[in-house]
């Protein structure tokens, strides 16, 4: 199993701001993924974070927007860019086991954008 | 990855079998089904996952058909605390976008007393 820390727990921030999400998980992994959550629905995924390379985006997200760090096997950023109430949601961090294809989540970092 | 269709809330009673299906009926030869959950305000817990044969841990059971296009989650003694909306994916394991998951909307089930 992986253990994963994610910093801050929920933050309320100003419209306009930016907001660095932190995830630190206890074992080396390849890759590590960025999801969304916002109120009452699903997860949808955000983007992929390699080490050693840029991290890729899914549709509809765009690096400007959640420009993403990935500097060692173990840690990530997260920045939420230029916040508007629409932001308002839950980020969360993942990684997979490296056997069996199971997914560890972080508890996530509820953002409310005021 | 394949799509999967559940029903959008179920209710069970305490101490009774949670049965929850999920249709997954145009999922490739490679593709695995995973289950997870997700409990109010918490990050999303992994609980049973499976290819062709029916799985158990000590969380659940997993149930799915022999033509591979649905399965079934059980959880033998529902309590309180597995109230939660539970995620079935179907992705294939372990290849370069491994953990990327496609996240439908889910089944929210609801143990009563």
């Known amino acids: 199993s992986a253990v994963i820390s994610q910093k801050p727990s929920r933050d309320i921030c100003q419209r306009g701001t930016s907001l660095t999400i932190q995830c630190q998980v206890d074992s080396q992994v390849t890759m590590m993924f960025w999801y969304r959550q916002q109120p009452g629905q699903s997860l949808t995924l955000i983007a992929t974070?390699?080490?050693?390379?840029?991290?890729?985006?899914e549709s509809g997200f765009v690096i400007d927007k959640f420009p993403i760090s990935r500097p060692n096997l173990t840690f990530s950023t997260l920045t939420v860019s230029n916040m508007s109430p629409e932001d308002s949601s839950i980020y969360l961090c993942s990684v997979e086991a490296w056997t069996g294809g199971k997914a560890f989540f972080g508890q996530g970092t509820r953002l409310t954008v005021v | 990855d394949a799509k999967t269709t559940q029903p959008t809330s179920m209710d069970c009673a305490e101490g009774r079998a949670a049965n929850l299906p999920c249709n997954h009926s145009?999922?490739?030869?490679?593709?695995?089904v995973y289950w997870y959950r997700q409990i109010h305000s918490q990050g999303p817990q992994y609980i049973i996952h499976?290819?062709?044969n029916n799985e158990t841990n000590e969380m659940a059971s997993l149930i799915i058909t022999e033509d591979r296009k649905s399965s079934t989650l059980i959880l033998p003694h529902a309590t309180l605390r597995d109230t939660a909306v539970y995620y079935c994916?179907?992705?294939?394991?372990?290849?370069?976008?491994?953990?990327?998951?496609?996240f439908g909307d889910g089944t929210t089930l609801t143990v009563k007393p």
């Open positions: 994916i179907v992705r294939v394991a372990g290849n370069t976008n491994a953990g990327k998951s496609t």
């Open positions: 499976g290819l062709k």
């Open positions: 145009t999922i490739s030869g490679n593709e695995y």
């Open positions: 974070a390699n080490q050693g390379s840029e991290a890729t985006y």
